[in-house]
């Protein structure tokens, strides 16, 4: 029985494990020049269902001279059995173990993965810091969400990607070949590498203050994030894996567009993936048909980060149901928009039976929504709500966060306000009894790097604590609402990290060696391993959660350049305390958030003849 | 309506997928391959399949049964011809048969199941080995704690194992077991492999086994069993 045979009788889902899904590419080892192996630092069930994994892998593996493997977390009673056994962590295409790749790639979706990427690097048999690992070790490479504030990662990565990674990896691929058959160096690389838009080398830096500067004249002060000009001409998997057992988001995808100008200000993805950029209807039909054949889902996903945005969706939706399949199809929206339109798509989708809907609301009053330029009203919650009970739904779902900025008491009681004006609609509406449900969901406010929101503190635990009692007491006695809220001290330790600098690492450090992993996950979670390391480690988290960062001070931050300028972030923040909205671009006037001019690109929408004219000068 | 039964292996990477999953498998392979499946009403359409029997995580099946409906009369060699290329690494079809509509329910017909056994038990010997075999099918009862989903529970092994050989060939033993399956009950094999290592004092694990369900069988006259395939 070959080694991993004798784990895999010992593990819980040991599909996580196996690799040679349909779809899945085992490409001959030696005959490629550049070998990658692409870590989800999260289980399998999780790492399957993002998109960016399967993009990537298609682009990689399209390429002759190069191929990428995946590695996902290993659960617990895995990690037991390779440790153990002194087997290093190994790729799911072809078993070898993940130290003999070129490239460890590894995606940086949420702060509380990073314990599991110290693991997965130990794990691997790889150096945790980037300074102990010789040429014979892989090159450590980050990109995603998180790469836009990396700092306390720093030490052990040798590279970040900032921005789209569709083209970025091709240079980075190329650029690999030529330094390696030049017999050139790591170092070479990496040097070179960092001229060029989108690559932040982190220790060609290093921590001034709590700001970041450059070692050498050659190196940019500031490096640039990487964009896609046009989404119809990227290259996209219609043969994507498909996993072994149901996934998170266990359905067929298609991008509808990439980023989002609504302008929400605590949003740090409705920053950092600017401008919007539509594929057109006759693209995303063939992708749809093409990945619906490939895979045999019976479900076709709208992705996006605001699908009931896009310019062309009924002519899309049109399309998408004239397609003559063997088979029937279900189309569905990630989230919806809160009002009566979408309620009315949502409900021309449906087949039959209604689960539930949901909406984002966030915050309870329409003083705090203008605060945090949510410009939904609560005759729009209301009347969405409204739309969705006559068509026939029975229970909605509302996200709301608390701790935003300038929030009050009252702010926390509008929540209770709002949700009960929704259950009197669906008794108007004629909910049977007993039937009407509202769920409330409700997370606590992170400060973000690159939002307007980036100088705030986070409220202490304690406030958090009085304002969920607050929330509960609310609506304790309403049998029909589900109320549910994030861990605090989860988000408590996301705002440290999301906030931070190099002077983090050490605590990362302590803590995965006191056993921390899967920090996301409410079973494995544990706060006083943390604070035990943070003492350990002689830093102050709360210093990072819990300060109003000022103005005028250098941010962990500012050398990473998402192309949204500080001035407008500034803007941002000064209008939402003054209450004041700002309308999203797309209705075809620009903002002047500064990413149109910074990184030469404009915003492309689908429908014939719309545009949006870009203001000359910035605000 | 046309009723089809397949006959196909389950084995690595495909046996590592649990029952649940192994549905979800056929059912995206049967849509890929576009033939005219039937599908369940309701609000979630989805191809009408009947499995024999679940086969445990982690063990290979050679001839494991499904039964499709079909909405026009194809040829098996078609069907077969269509699904193969489009099925997972480790699931092939090894033959397809038309069935009559009316014939009983396959998870109904279901009465024991083939398994074979492989492992290496260090220092064993064939004399070992036989007086082990003897031992267990001599025995009036077979007490053995089962594990479940709600803590462990004695049964008796006994009466569902029906035959058993061993073979010995240095190191490496293989158990071939004819074992009660289906609705009366399911003696698995890893639990026939701990009862071996048990009665001869073997110092071993059933998870270091290779297993493998080899046939299945119906009910046939008398206490007969028939395979089904
Ligand atoms: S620069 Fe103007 S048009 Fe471009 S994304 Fe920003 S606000 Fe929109």
Redesign the interface.
């Known amino acids: ?1 070959p080694a991993l ?2 784990l ?3 593990v819980s889902k ?2 996580r494990y ?5 779809n899945s590419v085992r490409k001959n080892w030696g005959g490629v020049e550049v070998k990658i192996a692409f870590a989800f630092p999260d289980v399998y069930e999780v790492g399957m269902s993002y998109l960016g994994l399967q993009i990537l892998y298609h682009v990689v593996n399209s390429r002759p001279d190069a191929l990428l493997e995946r590695v996902f977390a290993p659960w617990p009673d895995m990690e037991a059995l390779l440790r153990s056994r002194g087997i290093p962590l190994f790729t799911l295409e072809s078993h070898r173990p993940v130290k003999d790749f070129d490239i460890l790639a590894i995606t940086l979706q949420y702060e509380l993965t990073y314990t599991n990427i110290l693991n997965l690097l130990d794990l691997a048999g790889i150096p945790l810091l980037a300074r102990d690992r010789g040429e014979d070790k892989p090159l450590v490479v980050g990109g995603g969400p998180c790469a836009f504030n990396p700092e306390p990662l720093a030490p052990f990565f040798d590279l970040f990607v900032l921005g789209d990674g569709e083209e970025a990896v091709h240079e980075l691929i190329d650029l690999w070949r030529e330094v390696k058959r030049q017999g050139g160096r790591k170092q070479d690389f990496l040097r070179e590498l960092a001229r060029r838009p989108g690559f932040y080398v982190p220790s060609l830096y290093r921590q001034e203050g709590r700001g970041v500067v450059p070692l050498h004249p050659d190196v940019p002060a500031r490096v640039k994030k990487r964009v896609v000009a046009e989404l119809d001409r990227a290259s996209f998997p219609l043969r994507p894996v ?1 996993p ?3 996934v998170v988001h266990d359905r067929a995808m298609i991008e509808v567009f990439r980023g989002c100008t609504r302008g929400c200000r605590f949003c740090q993805a409705g920053m950092i993936y600017r401008p919007v950029r539509e594929r057109t209807v006759p693209v995303l039909v063939r992708q749809g048909e093409e990945v619906i ?6 479900e076709l996903s709208l992705t996006s980060l605001s699908t009931v945005d896009y310019t062309c969706l009924l002519p899309l939706l049109d399309g998408l149901k004239k397609l003559k399949l ?3 199809l ?1 189309v569905s929206l990630p989230s919806l928009r809160v009002d009566a339109f979408a309620v009315g798509v949502a409900e021309g989708l449906m ?3 209604k689960s539930s809907l949901t909406f984002a609301p966030e915050a309870g009053t329409q003083r705090l929504r203008n605060v945090i330029n949510k410009k939904v009203t609560e005759e729009d919650l209301l009347r969405a709500a409204e739309a969705a009970f006559k068509a026939g739904w029975q229970r909605l779902k509302l996200y709301f966060m608390v701790g935003l900025p300038t929030e009050t008491e009252e702010d926390v009681r509008g929540i209770g306000e709002l949700v009960r004006a929704v259950l009197a609609v669906g008794e108007r509406c004629g909910v049977p009894r007993g039937r009407l449900r509202v769920a409330v969901s409700v997370a606590c406010f992170v400060p973000k790097a690159h939002t307007p929101f980036q100088w705030e503190p986070q409220i202490s635990q304690e406030e958090l604590q009085k304002r969920l009692r607050l929330l509960q007491a609310e609506l304790r006695r309403e049998k029909r609402v589900e109320l549910s809220w994030h861990e605090p001290r989860m988000s408590l330790l996301e705002a440290v990290f999301a906030r931070g600098d190099r002077n983090l690492a050490p605590a990362l450090l302590e803590a995965w060696r006191r056993g921390c992993r899967f920090d996301g996950w409410r079973e494995h979670f544990s706060f006083p391993r943390w604070e035990e390391a943070f003492a350990a480690a002689g830093v102050d988290p709360y210093a990072y959660a819990y300060r109003r960062y000022a103005y005028d001070e250098a941010l962990p931050w500012d050398h990473l350049d998402p192309g949204v300028s500080k001035e407008f972030l500034v803007a941002e923040h000064q209008r939402a305390y003054r209450g004041e909205t700002t309308p999203d671009c797309r209705e075809g006037k620009c903002v002047g958030c500064g990413v149109c001019p910074s990184l030469g690109v404009r915003p492309v929408l689908a429908e014939e003849g719309k545009s949006v004219s870009l203001s000359a000068s910035l605000p | 309506m046309y009723r089809y039964r397949l006959a196909f292996r389950k084995e ?3 046996c ?3 029952h ?2 192994l549905v ?2 056929f ?6 391959s ?4 039937v ?1 369940s009403g ?6 009408r399949l009947v499995f024999a029997a679940p086969l445990p ?2 063990v290979r099946g050679l001839r494991e049964l499904v039964d499709v409906y079909l909405s026009s009369l194809l040829s098996p060699a078609l069907i077969q011809e269509r699904l193969a290329a ?1 099925l ?3 699931l092939a079809l090894v033959g397809v048969r038309r069935v009559p509509l009316e014939a009983p329910a396959l998870a109904s017909l279901v009465a024991g199941a083939a398994y074979r056994a492989e492992g290496e038990l260090a220092g064993i010997t064939p004399r070992e080995a036989e007086t082990t075999r003897q031992a267990i099918l001599e025995a009036s009862s077979l007490p053995y704690q089962r594990r479940g989903p709600k803590g462990a529970k004695e049964v008796d092994l006994r009466p569902g194992i029906r035959q058993l050989q061993v073979e010995v060939k240095g190191e490496q033993v293989v158990l071939e077991m004819l074992v009660r399956a289906g609705q009366e009950g399911n003696v698995r094999p890893e639990e026939v492999v701990a009862l071996f290592l048990k009665t001869g004092g073997f110092a071993g694990e059933p ?2 086994f ?1 297993y493998c369900r080899t046939a299945l069988f119906a009910k046939g006259p008398g206490e007969k069993l028939i395979p089904l395939f």
């Open positions: 029985m045979e004798k895999l009788p010992r040991p599909a196996v690799g040679g899904e349909y498909v072994w057992v149901e054949r490939h895979t045999g889902y019976d063997s088979h029937p279900t087949a039959g039976r | 690595s990477p495909a590592w997928v649990g649940l999953d979800r498998l059912e995206q392979a049967l849509r890929r576009a033939l005219p499946v599908y309701g609000f979630n359409p989805r191809p995580v982690g489009v997972p690494q480790g998870e270091d290779y």
